[in-house]
């Protein structure tokens, strides 16, 4: 290994894997995309199980200075420099008891009056045995199909039973017979009469009720609310007028006995219409408080169990059977982008807007009619539709005929990377910040102006013909005949084997796809490719990507179309089209541009950062008049700018791919979203075990948005990383502290084993972010690490007791940190 390699390997990895390397005779060998060649599969295997062994011991290190230098409440006060938290001393007090409560096990259920400045021991009793152990009555509200007509992502019957000629009588066996259960429900024949009653008068009043008319009437009245994701979205004051009606009208009050128990059942469909995506909604919490006493038709049964196991499945029944259903069938029930926040769109409206879509792509030739190819068709996909503010977002979801179309595709995609990455690099966000700042900091007090600006409909604004001949360029210096090679890398899951197998073009004049620092090995199993036949197979999916305007349809009436304007959205190869696409047009029509400042993209975002006041102003003409003969035109609406400008806001900060960039030191903070966190908290992963999920939960790291480019020392100050660590710090324990609520019924219970997922957590996000500050400062000393990690955990406990002794019930649960 040359001396250059050498000193390059110790840059990447460090002086320890640079000596390995040397001692072991293992020959790197450097490529133009910063990656290194190993010889053999024997020395890749040995490289990377060491440089896991240095991971490792880093660990342990990290884990044994944690052990070793525990955290109190004294050494807060020291790190806050004398001054008093925001806990009052009383809180502190009151902390120092429970804890030692638990721990000797004589802690029941307190309450903490403020008035008193004490606690004061709470004996809270059930009002209601627990009959429903073996009932479930968990419901849950799934999303609408994306896909038009289907009503639900589940294949049940959309169709409620009330619709049918059923008796009450059949009814009322239906509902007894449909809610499975471990249960078996006996001598509840004495009800039938009175129910079978009251179920013949719900149905004729559901067939009565125009549910259409009433939710178009209530639609109509609806005000543009300019905040909403959609304009077309009905907001939930529109829902409760809506549901409000539905009881008042259809549902029988001599069903629920009295007004308060209504009541209470509007307040559980309420709170199911306003529960995040992937959360469940226990029924029993609200059937405990119905007065069972004034339901008359369930006097007649004997046995309080039964009379309270009948009631929880004809409850069970009214939601599942009843009201979701109603709500699926008048309702397109779905989220947006990024949030668990569910959104409620008239299925009529919906409906239009779709057809009004598609017809609008149609008499625009974006929709052409299906052209057979002589040879190979790329295959069919379908449209699922998301709503946009006016209109809706397809995301095209292709349905391949076999494997070997797939396997195809993905061949062409990363021959397609390649291409790119040749001609265009393989530049992170962060490699080109750290650029910018080293350009700011040599121009000194020099203003720098900052223009963020959106493509709009950038998948759907390609033009075909353009692409294709920008590919065409891109593949003529490379020869005819092609070479597909396996090459061995990391394994990123190793669940049996620390490497993998991955397939490129071998060619002199194309560049691997590896990121930087990765370690590879070229193997000898290789593959003949035709130039001829990639180019062929592109030309195809440019031009004959064909979409399918209806799945659901009979096979002999589905309508298939060509895509003849832009590329799809959601599709394969939809991407790295864009990509090749955008970033030619930056060669192309925005050289100037480059000459004066430095272009950052992604997908389709576009940031320019200049020190050249007349260069900016230029380019937010250019944003104005976008560029029509590759027609590129940018939205007006998603502009910032620091550039002072007529037709602009000026503004201090600007918000791209995630971050929040200060325009005057350039300093770069995580945008944090303000969506509400109780719509963030769940995911589609959830576990039966609480303490299990919540543990998955908060070791999630990537909630935290604590990026390299973040803690970067050379991009943030000190300064602008502990205020920036406090914040995040502050929500992951917000976090923490909906979870708890929402997870257990009993904190005290599992107040302990809460604390250990806590604590150990804690350790690992302090662990986690000095593993980051090293990278960026390898010569830093073990006192420095030490204090770095005795900052972090009092800035995570600091947060987690300001947040959990506002809160009336973790404030009775939650144990102090101690010193062992």
């Known amino acids: 290994m040359d001396n250059i390699t050498a000193e390059n390997a110790k840059e990447v990895f460090g002086t320890h894997f640079q000596q390995y390397c040397l001692d072991h005779q293992i020959i790197l060998t450097k490529n133009k995309c910063g990656a290194f060649m190993v010889p053999n599969i024997g020395a890749l295997k040995q490289c990377l199980q060491f440089l896991d062994e240095l991971k490792l011991k880093l660990h342990c290190k990290l884990k044994k200075m944690q052990t070793s230098s525990p955290i109190d409440l004294n050494y807060e006060n020291q790190y806050h420099n004398g001054q008093s938290m925001s806990i009052c001393n009383c809180c ?50 799934y999303d609408s199909s994306q896909i038009l007509p289907s009503y639900t992502c589940r294949s049940i019957p959309i ?226 539709s998301h709503p946009k503010h006016s209109t809706v977002r397809p995301i095209f979801v292709a349905q391949y005929k076999n494997n070997n179309e797939e396997k195809h595709l993905h061949v062409l995609h990363k021959f397609l990377r390649q291409l790119h990455i040749t001609e265009y690099g393989l530049n992170t966000f962060e490699e080109q910040w750290r650029s910018i700042i080293q350009t700011k900091s040599l121009l000194k007090n020099e203003k720098m102006y900052l223009i963020s600006c959106d493509v709009m409909d950038a998948f759907g604004s390609i033009v075909q013909g353009k692409l294709y001949d920008i590919i065409r360029l891109l593949c003529d210096k490379l020869p005819e005949d092609l070479i597909l090679r396996y090459y061995i890398v990391k394994s990123r899951r190793a669940m049996n084997d620390i490497v993998c197998y991955k397939q490129y073009i071998c060619d002199s004049h194309l560049q691997l796809p590896f990121a930087p620092a990765t370690l590879y090995v070229r193997t000898n199993h290789t593959q003949r490719i035709k130039k001829s036949w990639l ?198 324990a917000k976090r923490a502290c909906l979870l708890i609520k929402e997870l257990f019924n009993d904190v005290q219970k599992y107040a302990q084993s809460i604390f250990k997922i806590i604590r150990s957590n804690n350790k690992k996000i302090a662990r986690y972010i000095i593993v980051v500050f090293l990278k960026f400062e390898e010569n830093m000393q073990e006192s420095c690490i030490r204090e770095w990690n005795q900052e972090i955990l009092c800035m995570l406990w600091t947060s987690y007791m300001n947040v959990f002794v506002k809160d009336k019930i973790l404030r009775r649960n939650f144990l102090k940190i101690r010193r062992k």
């Open 92 to 141: 502190l007090k009151y902390l120092v008891y429970i804890i030692d409560a638990i721990i000797l096990g004589i802690c029941k259920q307190y309450k903490f009056c403020t008035k008193k400045k004490q606690i004061v021991c709470e004996e809270i009793t059930n009002t209601h045995p627990n009959y429903f152990t073996n009932l479930a009555l968990k419901i849950y509200l």
């Open 159 to 384: 169709q409620c039973i009330l619709d049918t000629s059923k008796s009450g009588n059949e009814i009322y066996e239906f509902i007894i017979n449909t809610i499975k259960s471990d249960v078996i429900i006996t001598d509840y024949e004495a009800s039938i009469p009175a129910m079978s009653a009251l179920l013949e008068e719900f149905k004729k009043r559901h067939k009565k009720f125009h549910y259409f008319s009433i939710l178009k009437h209530i639609i109509s009245k609806q005000k543009l609310n300019q905040k909403s994701k959609c304009e077309y979205e009905i907001n939930m004051k529109q829902m409760k007028l809506f549901f409000d009606l539905v009881f008042a009208k259809v549902v029988p009050l001599n069903i629920f006995g009295k007004l308060r128990n209504i009541k209470k059942m509007k307040k559980a469909l309420f709170h199911l219409l306003n529960t995040p995506r992937f959360k469940t909604l226990d029924l029993s919490l609200y059937i405990n408080k119905l007065d069972i006493f004034s339901i008359k038709w369930a006097q007649n049964i004997k046995s309080i169990k039964v009379k309270w196991l009948i009631i929880a499945i004809f409850v069970k029944w009214f939601f599942t059977e009843f009201l979701i259903k109603i709500l699926h069938i008048y309702f397109h029930v779905t989220v947006p982008n990024n949030s668990n926040k569910r959104l409620y769109i008239a299925r009529s409206d919906w409906c239009k807007i779709n057809t009004k879509f598609i017809n609008h792509k149609k008499y625009s030739n974006a929709l052409q009619p299906d052209i057979k190819c002589n040879d190979w068709n790329p295959s069919i996909g379908i449209y699922k």
């Open 535 to 732: 180019l062929d197979k592109i030309y195809k999916y440019i031009f004959y990507q064909r979409v399918c305007d209806n799945i659901k349809k009979i096979k002999l009436q589905e309508k298939h179309y060509i895509i003849g304007k832009g590329i799809a959205q959601g599709a394969m190869l939809s991407p790295i089209l864009s990509d090749i696409y955008f970033d030619f047009i930056l060669r192309k029509e925005m050289t100037m541009y480059l000459k004066t400042g430095k272009i950052i993209k992604y997908v389709d975002d576009i940031l320019f950062v200049t020190e050249n006041e007349v260069s900016a102003k230029q380019f937010l003409q250019l944003t104005v008049k976008g560029i029509p003969q590759y027609n590129c035109r940018f939205k007006k609406f998603k502009l910032q700018t620091n550039v002072s400008n007529d037709q602009n806001t000026v503004v201090d900060h600007i918000v791209y791919i995630g971050y929040k960039i200060n325009c005057n030191t350039l300093e770069v903070e995580p945008n944090i979203s303000n969506t509400n966190l109780r719509y963030s908290i769940f995911s589609s992963k959830q576990t039966s075990d609480p303490l299990k999920f919540l543990k998955l939960r908060l070791s999630n790291f990537s909630t935290l948005r604590l990026s390299k480019t973040v803690l970067d020392n050379k991009i943030n100050s000190k300064t602008t990383i502990k205020s920036i660590l406090k914040k995040i710090f502050l929500l992951q």
